[in-house]
Structure formats: structure tokens, C-alpha cells
């Protein structure tokens, strides 16, 4: 029991973090795919608040391994049972393993190599979790709404293909740590949440928008090189 005394504020959020990263398995098990990526986002917004927390309070000598392990399970593994459990195709599987793969090299790489620039080298894992949530949360809308999209699951799959690749990519990425653009995701996710258990056309509009900032923040290496050569010119 004296592993519990060794637990600090931060921890503990990274255990919620872990609860939902563990029923989003088993909702997307279940075939509850909507609820299980809102479970994905809760897992992201706790993410968040843990490294919030951490910076402002003492950070126990768990911290650091605990945070990996939950990373590991809630945007590694859930990610890739959800689309897993969502396509019917069984390619899908090898690509979902890769994603998970990729996802635990991703954390591994961190923690031996900590970056020494103020900027993330390949999309955090976090991140991509995001994109595989809101992916699947549209999905979902779309399939309430009785609106089939043409390989919409093969479209997918080929994102997390993607995804995958960025993660372990020594592409800078920036971090996001602004309070008005943590304030921001916190709306949208609670939008893009409430928009899994409401009938309404218009709450896609929350998912919708956060897919659409993601997508930017995907390309936003893009935008830096093309930004850097028009200053060269």
C-alpha cells in the first residue's frame, strides 16, 4: 500500500486520465463508438489539466512513469481498439497495431531523449489521439444522421497511417500552452462531447471545428516553412 503515499495531485488526475482511457476500450468493445471517443477527449482534456497541475504544484517521483504508462494505454492502445473496432475491414488491424506502436516509440523516444527546444519533435501522441476522437465522433454523427460517406473508414485508417508516421517524425511541432488556447479546446471538447449524446445537427458543429484546428496544427510545419522562405525572399 505505501505505493498510494507516494501518489501527488498530479497522479491523480493521470489515473483519470487512465479510467477513461480504459472505458473508451471497452465502450468501442461494446460498440459504442461515439461514447468511446468522447471518452478519448475527457482522456486529452485530463492530459492536459495533469501537466497544468504539475507545473504549478511538486511532482512526485511517479510522475513521469506514470504519465508515459497512462499515455501509453489512453491515446496508444484506445485509439487503435476504437477504429479497430469501428472498420470491418481486416487490414485495419495492422494498421491500428502500427498506430499503437508507433504511439509507445513516440512516448520512449521522450523520455530517454527530452527535447532541449521549446517545441515537440513529431505530433504528440496526445494530438494525435485528438484527431482519431474527433475522426470518429464525425463518424458517428454521420451515421446517426442515417448520411453514408463513401470509404469514410479507409479514409480514416489512412490518417492514422499518417498520424502514425508524424509521431515518431522529428518534425517540430509547437506547444500549446497559452491559457486562451486551453480555454478554447476545453469548450470545444465539451462541445464535441455533448454532441455524442444530443440528436442535434448543430453539435457537429463543435467536432467540426476541432477537427478543422487540428487538421491546421497538423500543417502548421507547413505554414512555418512557407512563412520562413517568403521572409528569405
Do not use: W
Not at 165 to 185: E, H, N, Q
Amino acid at each position: 500500500m505505501k505505493v498510494f503515499s507516494l501518489l501527488k495531485a498530479p497522479d491523480f488526475i493521470s489515473l483519470i486520465n487512465l479510467f477513461f482511457g480504459m472505458a473508451a476500450i471497452f465502450f468501442a468493445i461494446n460498440g459504442s463508438f461515439g461514447i468511446a471517443a468522447a471518452c478519448l477527449l475527457i482522456s486529452a482534456a485530463a492530459d492536459g489539466v495533469d501537466g497544468y497541475v504539475a507545473r504549478k504544484t511538486s511532482s512526485g517521483p511517479l510522475g513521469e512513469h506514470i504519465d508515459s504508462l497512462v499515455d501509453a494505454v489512453s491515446f496508444g492502445v484506445a485509439p487503435a481498439v476504437l477504429i479497430y473496432c469501428m472498420s470491418e475491414n481486416p487490414i485495419a488491424i495492422i494498421i491500428v497495431c502500427f498506430y499503437a506502436a508507433c504511439g509507445v516509440l513516440r512516448l520512449a523516444r521522450y523520455n530517454a531523449f527530452p527535447s532541449k527546444i521549446p517545441e515537440y519533435a513529431g505530433i504528440p501522441i496526445t494530438g494525435a489521439s485528438v484527431v482519431v476522437a474527433v475522426l470518429a465522433i464525425l463518424a458517428d454523427q454521420f451515421s446517426k444522421a442515417s448520411v453514408e460517406i463513401p470509404y469514410a473508414m479507409e479514409f480514416i485508417c489512412v490518417f492514422m497511417l499518417l498520424l502514425s508516421l508524424l509521431m515518431v517524425s522529428t518534425i517540430p511541432y509547437p506547444k500549446v500552452m497559452k491559457k486562451g488556447t486551453f480555454v478554447l479546446l476545453i469548450i470545444l471538447f465539451t462541445g464535441s462531447i455533448a454532441a455524442v449524446f444530443v440528436n442535434i445537427v448543430f453539435a457537429a458543429v463543435f467536432p467540426g471545428i476541432l477537427g478543422i484546428l487540428m487538421l491546421l496544427y497538423l500543417l502548421s510545419p507547413v505554414f512555418r516553412t512557407i512563412k520562413k522562405n517568403s521572409v528569405k525572399l
